[in-house]
Structure formats: structure tokens, C-alpha cells
């Protein structure tokens, strides 16, 4: 049996997902009995050479001979953004073709009308490597743990700032300097203030909660906070205290009510996710059955990229094999209406708080009198230098408190005459002791 596939997009996910289409077509054969013949590749530039020997007449700078094709049954949308992406992946499904797509950012922002459209003419929609890159978190959540209610799930899930961090935290070197060698290697977003200030990472957990707990896509929703307020000296302290900073995407079901957030935050250094480096992703979830699970790998490039697209598209194809159209599981993405978003004012968490106030005596006292009004307990402080008289790092750890009473306190605290700058404030996850 053969299934006709047409990428659109030959650019980084483009190029890993035509070499593994190529070059595995045997394996996958062999393990599926179907083979998947690479009819067209549509992209803008075909001039530049990717290094891979694309077979005659496949290349083409016009989308629509995929879309118009009646022979192609799988479009791959692989140019990300919105528009065209948006247009041509309504019109493959228009035409009654199956879509696999790595575009997190569509998805997340305009996936209602998607997924719908893809229900409604009832083909399949498949989005592995828009979470995770390489990791097939997706089918984690979607079919390994389909039999638990899922409790919750944290990530990192976006390799530019696990890069970033890691780097500043082990070379010391400045935020900028890792950023520009992230983009360099090809890890970072077209745009990076999207790896940097959470949004990729935001786009990725709305598509893990909606698949996780049903709730409508809440990109909206969302609460989000970046990595480039972090600095050398909040990553030293975390480090004293035995905690990495890392950016976490967290989602949970509690009570009805779903938290979702990312930002960056502490987690004791002997956590396993804490150990998890670099560029490279890991994805925690809890099922109510299962327990804590953790998924480890490849978020970002080419080739794991491919291969989770290639993934989708061998679903796809078993799918066409066995007769099965359609995918009647993506249905419960947007289904479960009564599921609230829980604004962040209402959340939990401990906290780290690095003050930045005059060495004198009775300052400490003046802030933990705040504190303490705002139902705010202290687990340990800790102050490095003496200087009298004038402005110190003075870093406080505290018990669980309810954010809305933390902002608050901060406020507060930030218009005392002896605090002479914005505190800094990163949530912290482990344990309370
Ligand atoms: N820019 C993303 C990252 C790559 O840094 O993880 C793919 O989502």
C-alpha cells in the first residue's frame, strides 16, 4: 500500500522530516506494511542545496499543486506563523486530507477553527512536534496514559532558554552571550523573544493542558513570565540554597480548577528534571493511576523534529491502512467546558524573594512585618557582605503563600525608603520544609 505525502516547507523541520522520509522508507515499510512516497515538497526557496538528493519533479515553489493534488493524502505544514500556514492547512483539510503540523504558535493562538474543521470532515490532525520536539509527549498523554486522569504536568519545553540558563549558570557567562550562541546553533525561534520570554513554551503547554484535561485552548489565559529578568546573582543564590533555576511550563488539575503557568522557577538541584541541561527538553506527568512519569530528549532541529512528524504521518497512513478515517479522540480537546483557568492571584507556591535593602539594623524586621500582615511565613534568609548603611542582597525563602498575598507584600515592601530596588521574585517547587 502507498500514501501519498506533500511537505510544505523545506527549511530546518522541513529538511529532518524529507531525510527521514527518504532515507527510512524500508524501516518503516517493513514495520508498517505501507510505504510513503515523498510526492512534493513545497517551499519558496528550492534553489539552496539541503545536502539531500530529492528525487526529480518533486520540488516546487506553488503550494497549491499539494493542496489541489487529489493524489496527496497527507499535507505537512512546516513553515510555522500564522499566515499562510493557517490557510493552507484549513484547505487540505477542506479538501479531505490528512494534516501533520509543527506549528505550535497556530495551534495555540487559532487551533479552535482547526481542530473543528479537522472533525468536522473527520481527518486526522497530528501536532507531535509542535510540544517537545523529538519526545513523543503527545502520544504520552493522548494514548500511553489515556486510561489516568492526568494530575498534572511540568516541563521544560523550550530548549533556547534551558540552553541559556545552563550556560549562565555553569560558564557564568551573560545572558545576551547565550542567547546569541542559541540562535547560532539553530535552536531559537524566528523571533527569540518568544523562546526568552516564555511564549513558546506558553504555546506548548495550552496544547498539553487542552489534550491533558479537555479544557478549550487558553493561550489567553495563560500565565507567562520569561527568563531575561534573570540574573547571574539570583542563579548563585539558587544555587546556595541548592536549588536550579529552570523555565517550567506547569499545568494541574485541582478541585476543578486548572493552573497554568510558566515562568521561572526553583527546583531543588537533586530533582532529576533539575538535572536536565542544555538544549535538551523533559516533560513530568502525573497520571492518577501511573504516578510521575518523565519524558527525556530532543526538543529542537532537524532531525528530532522529523522524527516526530514522521511519527504522525506513519499514524496517519496505519490509520488509512486499517480502514479508520478520522480522529475521534481529538474531540475532547475544547470539551470540557466546566474546567476553569485559575488566575494566577489565586495559585500557591513557595517563593524566593531577593530584597535589595539598606544594611542597617530593624530592615529586616520592617519586611518581615510585612510580610507577616500578608499571611507570608519565612523559611530562611540569608544576607552575603556586610556594608553599612548601604544597599545589600538580602534573600528570603518562604513557606507556601497565596500569590495575590505575595504581590501584594511586594508592593508594599518596594516603596519602603530602605529598599532601594525592584525586588526580585521566582516561584520555588520541591518540598516545604
Ligand atoms: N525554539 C524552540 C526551542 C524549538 O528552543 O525549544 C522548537 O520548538
Do not use: W
Not at 517537545?132 to 504536568?153: D, Q, R, Y
Not at 487542552?210 to 489567553?220: H, K, M, N, R, V
Not at 478541585?255 to 522557577?265: A, F, I, S, W
Not at 512528524?309 to 474531540?331: F, N, Q, T
Request: proline letters at 3%.
Amino acid at each position: 500500500m502507498k500514501i501519498n505525502v506533500g511537505v510544505i516547507g523545506f527549511g530546518t523541520v522541513g529538511s529532518g522530516t524529507v531525510r527521514i522520509l527518504l532515507e527510512n522508507k524500508e524501516t518503516i515499510k517493513k514495520k508498517t506494511g505501507v510505504e510513503l512516497v515523498l510526492k512534493r515538497i513545497a517551499d519558496l526557496d528550492i534553489e539552496t542545496d539541503r545536502g539531500i538528493n530529492i528525487p526529480e519533479g518533486v520540488l516546487t515553489t506553488d503550494a497549491t499543486k499539494i493542496l489541489n493534488d487529489p493524489e496527496i493524502d497527507v499535507v505537512v505544514e512546516l513553515i510555522g506563523g500564522i499566515n499562510p500556514a493557517k490557510d493552507f492547512i484549513l484547505k487540505a483539510i477542506q479538501a479531505g486530507k490528512h494534516v501533520v503540523t509543527a506549528n505550535k504558535a497556530l495551534l495555540a493562538t487559532e487551533g479552535k477553527e482547526i481542530f473543528e474543521s479537522a472533525c468536522r470532515k473527520n481527518v486526522c490532525l497530528g501536532f507531535e512536534a509542535s510540544v517537545a520536539g523529538g519526545i513523543p509527549v503527545i502520544k504520552v498523554i493522548k494514548e500511553g496514559l489515556t486510561a489516568n486522569n492526568i494530575l498534572s504536568i511540568y516541563g521544560i519545553i523550550n530548549g533556547t532558554s534551558n540552553y541559556i540558563l545552563t550556560k549562565m549558570t555553569r560558564e557564568g557567562v551573560d545572558f545576551s552571550t547565550a542567547l546569541k550562541e542559541a540562535q547560532e546553533r539553530g535552536y531559537a525561534e524566528a523571533d527569540p523573544t518568544f523562546d526568552i520570554e516564555g511564549i513558546d513554551s506558553a504555546h506548548k503547554l495550552t496544547l498539553m493542558a487542552s489534550l491533558a484535561f479537555g479544557i478549550p485552548l487558553s493561550y489567553d489565559s495563560l500565565y507567562v513570565e520569561g527568563i531575561s529578568g534573570i540574573t547571574s546573582m539570583d542563579i548563585e543564590f539558587a544555587s546556595a540554597l541548592g536549588y536550579k533555576i529552570k523555565l517550567l511550563a506547569i499545568t494541574k488539575l485541582i478541585n476543578g480548577e486548572v493552573e497554568l503557568r510558566v515562568h521561572p522557577t526553583m527546583i531543588p538541584e537533586d530533582y532529576l528534571i533539575s538535572k536536565v541541561d542544555g538544549v535538551l527538553n523533559a516533560v513530568y506527568v502525573v497520571g492518577d493511576a501511573v504516578g510521575e512519569t518523565l519524558y527525556y530528549g530532543r526538543g529542537a532541529g532537524d532531525m528530532p523534529t522529523g522524527s516526530a512528524v514522521v511519527a504522525d504521518i506513519i499514524d496517519i497512513a496505519r490509520r488509512i491502512r486499517d480502514g479508520v478515517s478520522g480522529d475521534r479522540d481529538l474531540r475532547f480537546i475544547g470539551s470540557e467546558t466546566h474546567l476553569k483557568v485559575k488566575p494566577i492571584g489565586e495559585i500557591e507556591s513557595m517563593y524566593y524573594f531577593r530584597f535589595t535593602a539598606l544594611d542597617r539594623p530593624g530592615v529586616l524586621s520592617k519586611i518581615s512585618g510585612i510580610l507577616g500582615e500578608h499571611q507570608i511565613s519565612i523559611a530562611s534568609v540569608i544576607q552575603k557582605g556586610r556594608k553599612v548603611g548601604e544597599a545589600v542582597p538580602l534573600v528570603l525563602l518562604t513557606h507556601t503563600a497565596r500569590e495575590r498575598n505575595v504581590q501584594e507584600a511586594i508592593a508594599k515592601i518596594d516603596r519602603l525608603d530602605v529598599v532601594s530596588d525592584k525586588t526580585v521574585v521566582i516561584r520555588v517547587e520541591g518540598e516545604q520544609e
